[in-house]
């Protein structure tokens, strides 16, 4: 009996021993390509807080599931615990000297991106939706302080107090890359971003996208149309540039906007940024939108807003129709501060 209890202990001591051996240490970013569950148990498949990944939003890597992985573990601030587990194909790994790590093998039944006519552009009707991100520039270049539209960037520039374009992504992520030549999709994916062709828009778009969207400067429209435009219904830069312009007046011209030029240098709560968006455009409005915050030395800012619609995003289409069609998220961090212009 002795020498039974004996194993059974050891047994029991071994156990979490090779748990924590499966779990691989790592040193990078995960930048999520989807809106994935983040689980705080990968055998229990549990997600407390109902937390989903931001796309485009970049994590701190913490450490794989095991050698060959299926799960990396992320820091998501404002989940609670913050450490959480994503499934390997939800994003794409940059290790800490930079490296990209390659992705985890296409399954059969879903093509690679990238393929001439592999992925038919989103639908433009009513069961079409989206993933509306907009940023707020000056958090974003505490990031990326050598970025051309950082570098020039100044308290009175009109991006100094108004939220910025990242992008209008439609849903879901898969849709990505529509009949785009691989090697665009190549050069696309390794930031190559100036060589990638220049979309054709009228010049009062490309005026007007130029304030709205300073990463002009670094070719971020040329990324984004090849990634996400190219699988807008209307096969047309213009429309697609014209109509997110269009939307992002709205939210610039409403109290969304004004809470944050007002609060710039200090902390603004999630709830009152929601509530904002409800005042804007109508009860519940608030419960479609993530804030996505990141740390910055001591201080937690407030770097992008991310907004689900659903709809027709036409020429005249209503932000407050689109977000009411859509479903409610999670909130993301609890608060943040709205960043200045400046290094701080």
Known sequence: ?????????????????????????????????????????????????DVK????????????????????????????PAERWVPVDCGEVKSADGTTVPPAPTSPSQPAPGKQGNNPPSGGGSGASYVFAISWQPAFCEGLPSKTECKTQTPERYDATHFTLHGLWPQPRGNAYCGVPQQDVEADKAHRWEDLPEPQLEPATRTALEQAMPGTASFLERHEWVEHGSCFFEKSADAYFRREV?????????PVQKLFADNIGKEVETSDIRQAF?????????????????????????????IGLRGEVTDNASLATLIAGASPTDQG????????????
């Not at 994590?59 to 992320?74: D, F, H, M």
């Not at 269009?246 to 409403?254: F, K, M, R, T, V």
Request: proline share 6%; hydrophobic share 40%; with cysteine.
């Open 246 to 254: 269009a939307l992002i007046g709205q939210i610039n011209a409403s």
């Open 278 to 306: 409800d005042q804007a455009f109508g009860d519940g409005a608030g419960d479609r939108v993530r804030v996505a915050c990141k740390r910055d030395g001591d201080r937690r800012i407030i770097v992008e807003l991310t």
């Open 53 to 80: 990944l931001t796309p485009e939003q970049s994590y701190r890597l913490l450490s794989a599931n095991k050698p060959n992985p299926t799960y990396y573990r992320v820091e998501v601030d404002g989940a609670q």
């Open 1 to 49: 009996m002795k020498r039974s209890w004996l194993a059974a202990f050891a047994l029991s001591m071994l156990t979490p021993l090779a748990a924590a051996q499966a779990d691989e240490p790592m040193k990078g970013t995960f930048t999520a390509h989807q809106a994935c569950s983040a689980l705080l148990s990968i055998r229990k498949q549990t997600n407390p807080g």
């Open 333 to 344: 961090c609890k608060s943040g501060i709205v960043d200045p212009v400046g290094l701080q």
